[in-house]
């Protein structure tokens, strides 16, 4: 059965903390993805990996950058947190385009910055 | 850019009745996926689909991509408080592996 887990169900934070959003994935997937999720906005890609060591910018980076040291880990990073970054960040894994298959999703942080 | 319209933004219905969401593009998609969100969670893959008329069904969920690749419907038949939650539609504009989402669909049953 396929698994993407997120490090924290809720988090809260100050605002200027460094934050640290983990997601692991168990299906040997090259595919991870970071989205961010808003009422009236939907999901929005924020990075992308390939690969481990590869990242690709999604339609909204500012103000986040992510790490992929090894395959399964896929860590989201908030520099310096600020209150528009409250959110809903969901992580996702998948094999490369032409597999058929889908994405897979974990079960998302919920950010409060305050 | 490319963009997926949802309609309608919310539906409510009592149990036991069909509705049907639809999902619209500007242009062909390369693969339509549906999910399921229940509040406050993560999203849950129902059905894929690739090619022009295809349809898929799962339990009383079915799927349908149209010909021309640019609009998808879900029918839920006999609906029950357990496909309560939001749809997702999501696409591959351009076989990238990137997806675009729909704003979702809010589905309530009551009894």
């Known amino acids: 059965d396929v698994k993407v887990t997120q490090s924290s169900r809720y988090l809260v934070k100050r605002t200027g903390e460094k934050v640290f959003l983990e997601c692991v994935q168990d299906m040997d997937h090259e595919n991870m993805f970071w989205y961010r999720q808003d009422p009236g906005l939907g999901l929005r890609l924020i990075y992308f990996s390939y690969d481990v060591k590869m990242k690709e910018k999604g339609d909204i980076p500012e103000g986040y950058s992510v790490s992929r040291e090894k395959k399964e880990r896929f860590s989201l990073i908030l520099e310096s947190a600020s209150t528009n970054q409250t959110s809903m960040y969901l992580c996702?894994?998948?094999?490369?385009?032409?597999?058929?298959?889908?994405?897979?999703f974990g079960p998302g942080t919920r950010l409060t910055v305050l | 850019s490319q963009e997926l319209e949802q309609s309608p933004q919310s539906l409510i219905v009592q149990e036991g009745k069909n509705l049907t969401i639809n999902c619209t593009s500007s242009k062909t998609l390369y693969g339509l996926y549906w999910y399921k969100q229940k509040y406050g969670e993560g999203l849950i893959f129902l059905m894929m689909l690739q090619k022009g008329g295809e349809e898929k069904s799962h339990e009383k969920i079915t799927a349908k991509l149209d010909e021309k690749k640019q609009q998808s419907s879900l029918h839920i038949t006999a609906s029950q408080p357990s496909h309560a939650g939001i749809y997702l539609c999501g696409a591959d504009p351009s076989g990238t592996d990137k997806l675009i989402f729909g704003t979702g669909t809010r589905l309530q049953v009551f009894p």
């Open positions: 996702a894994s998948s094999l490369p385009a032409g597999h058929g298959d889908t994405q897979y």
